[in-house]
């Protein structure tokens, strides 16, 4: 965290040295500051800085793909004319157990439509999750931790 604010603070002096506050310019001052702190990485230990930043990108181009996947089939199951759909709510056995990752896959599961995120647990050991088509329950628990919950992990730990 230490090294996001370094990287923050020297994107904020790289907009004052050039004058400009733009966002286009801060955001240049970012990725200026991230090149420069990955060259003295050795010495400052960022290195598992620049390896969460790849995969939150990761993660984030999960939930892309997810999504455009996912409104892709919820179109299709639309406009058959015949719709064999089984909605139903499934219990989700939680490997996070911090809450702000349990908000993120929360979050993430009820962005991609076809799914919403009901409740958590007391315990917080389970996410209950409706589905549109709840058919295949385990193939979508699967689909869930070996996506979203795995690549949170990664992110996140």
């Not at 984030?60 to 996947?69: C, D, G, K, P, R």
């Not at 139903?88 to 990752?101: C, T």
């Amino acid at each position: 965290m230490t090294l996001y604010l370094v990287n923050v603070l020297l994107a904020l002096a790289w907009a004052a040295v050039t004058g400009s506050f733009t966002l286009a310019n801060i955001v240049f001052g970012f990725v200026l500051a991230s090149a420069a702190l990955y060259l003295i990485r050795g010495q400052v230990g960022s290195l598992g800085y620049f390896r969460r930043a790849g995969h939150i990108v990761s993660l984030t181009l999960l939930f892309l793909y997810e999504l455009i996947m996912s409104a892709w089939k919820v179109a299709v199951m639309v406009m058959t004319p015949k719709m064999d759909l089984k909605p139903g709510i499934f219990a989700y056995p939680l490997k996070v157990d911090r809450d702000f990752e349990i908000t993120l896959l929360a979050n993430l599961i009820t962005l991609t439509p076809g799914t919403l995120s009901v409740d958590v647990s007391e315990d917080r050991r389970f996410l209950y999750v409706h589905a549109i088509d709840c058919s295949d329950p385990d193939q979508t628990r699967r689909d869930i931790a070996e996506g979203f919950e795995r690549k949170i992990m990664e992110a996140f730990r």
